[in-house]
């Protein structure tokens, strides 16, 4: 992410209002390893506020049934590029075999030696916990976390009663909206309208008190 941190500064982006959109934990590792870029080089960016979409999620824990379930998806986002003509059928299935014998099926026997599964850290931290925690380092910036009650990834229990709880005991700042019956990373093909009015609230709401 030093790269990215780079052309933000060339940009002058670092010097102005920033809202960081994180689309699922994936998201939140890419802000995590921008934020840890930015701190390393002693910069400091402006970050007015954070969308929360379809994250931050617990830390994922092997079983067979996920690793089936997570090869699928894998398989089905491999096909997606099939069909778009950006890669072959062949390698849509070489992908997936790659995924599941150098990740799925080593964690799977990592679990059965009864030793941790060290996922996507970044210096020791889980990305769904980095956005957990968040607000104990940014206590004052605003958040809104967008989700749903049929995530298969982000149990709504899991956020409303532990990322959420966290904040309402301390009174950090921010906003929940709990979409129905729209998948992981859904929310706007399926509420599109709500999704961006609440989108384009929380900014300009930010917006109006810098």
Same mark, same amino acid.
């Given at each position: 992410?030093?790269?990215?941190?780079?052309?933000?500064?060339?940009?002058?982006?670092?010097?102005? @209002?920033? $809202?960081?959109?994180?689309?699922?934990?994936?998201?939140? /590792?890419?802000?995590?390893?921008?934020?840890?870029?930015?701190?390393?080089?002693?910069?400091?960016?402006?970050?007015?506020?954070?969308?929360?979409?379809?994250?931050?999620?617990? $830390? @994922?824990?092997?079983?067979?049934?996920?690793?089936?379930?997570?090869?699928?998806?894998?398989?089905?986002?491999?096909?997606?590029?099939?069909?778009?003509?950006? =890669?072959?059928?062949?390698?849509?299935?070489?992908?997936?075999?790659? /995924?599941?014998?150098?990740?799925?099926?080593?964690?799977?026997?990592?679990?059965?030696?009864? #030793? @941790?599964? @060290?996922?996507?850290?970044?210096?020791?931290?889980? =990305?769904?916990?980095?956005?957990?925690? $968040?607000? #104990?380092?940014?206590?004052?910036?605003?958040?809104?976390?967008? $989700?749903?009650?049929?995530?298969?990834?982000?149990?709504?229990?899991?956020?409303?009663?532990?990322?959420?709880?966290?904040?309402?005991?301390?009174?950090?700042?921010?906003?929940?909206? #709990?979409?129905?019956?729209?998948?992981?990373?859904?929310?706007?093909?399926?509420?599109?309208?709500?999704? /961006?009015?609440?989108?384009?609230?929380?900014? /300009?709401?930010?917006?109006?008190?810098?």
């Amino acid at each position: 992410m030093d790269n990215v941190l780079t052309q933000l500064d060339e940009y002058n982006i670092c010097n102005r @209002p920033v $809202y960081v959109h994180c689309l699922s934990d994936t998201g939140v /590792m890419c802000y995590q390893g921008l934020d840890v870029a930015a701190r390393r080089s002693g910069k400091d960016l402006n970050i007015q506020g954070v969308v929360w979409d379809s994250c931050c999620g617990p $830390y @994922p824990q092997v079983t067979v049934l996920r690793v089936l379930v997570f090869t699928a998806v894998w398989f089905l986002c491999c096909l997606q590029d099939w069909t778009g003509g950006e =890669a072959s059928l062949k390698d849509c299935f070489v992908s997936s075999y790659e /995924m599941l014998r150098d990740i799925f099926i080593p964690a799977l026997v990592i679990k059965w030696e009864g #030793k @941790p599964n @060290p996922f996507c850290l970044i210096e020791g931290v889980w =990305a769904g916990d980095f956005g957990r925690d $968040y607000y #104990k380092n940014r206590f004052a910036t605003p958040e809104l976390f967008l $989700y749903s009650n049929t995530d298969f990834y982000l149990p709504h229990q899991y956020l409303e009663n532990t990322v959420l709880a966290m904040r309402q005991n301390v009174g950090a700042p921010f906003r929940a909206v #709990k979409f129905k019956g729209s998948a992981h990373v859904a929310h706007l093909r399926n509420h599109y309208k709500t999704y /961006m009015d609440e989108i384009i609230g929380f900014v /300009m709401k930010g917006l109006t008190s810098c």
